[in-house]
């Protein structure tokens, strides 16, 4: 059964830092691409940051490019959102998400089959 555990949310002031994380079970981690979504009160649900666990390419959202880094541990199955600067605007919550196929990371939430429960990370200005 495969498992997504988010960790690390919480409430910060802008121009702070915070680092999520995800634990992951269940599947072959190291084989398709994960990713980090948000979704704001009334928003759709965007992606941020996402990563291949074979190659360890990664792509980004505009709105974070420069201020958020994606990384993984292939060993301890985790992958981590390290997000610096943080505006009033990153305020979400954060999902980890895994693909079941494929090679390339992409922020289409589409392409995703497994999801996390979510950690929510909060911004005052």
């Known amino acids: 059964q495969v498992r997504l555990v988010e960790s690390g949310g919480g409430s910060v002031q802008a121009g702070r830092s915070l680092r999520l994380s995800c634990a992951a079970s269940?599947?072959?981690?190291?084989?398709?691409?994960m990713g980090w979504f948000r979704q704001a009160p009334g928003k759709e649900r965007e992606g941020v940051a996402s990563?291949?666990?074979?190659?360890?390419?990664?792509v980004y959202a505009d709105s974070v490019k420069g201020r958020f880094t994606v990384s993984l541990d292939n060993v301890k199955k985790m992958i981590y959102l390290q997000m610096d600067s943080l505006k009033p605007e990153d305020t979400a919550m954060y999902y980890c998400?895994?693909?079941?196929?494929?090679?390339?990371?992409?922020?289409?939430?589409?392409?995703?089959?497994?999801w996390g429960q979510g950690t929510q990370v909060t911004v005052s200005s």
């Open positions: 998400a895994a693909r079941n196929a494929g090679y390339f990371p992409t922020l289409h939430d589409q392409a995703y089959t497994y």
């Open positions: 269940g599947f072959f981690f190291g084989s398709n691409p």
């Open positions: 990563i291949s666990t074979e190659s360890g390419s990664t």
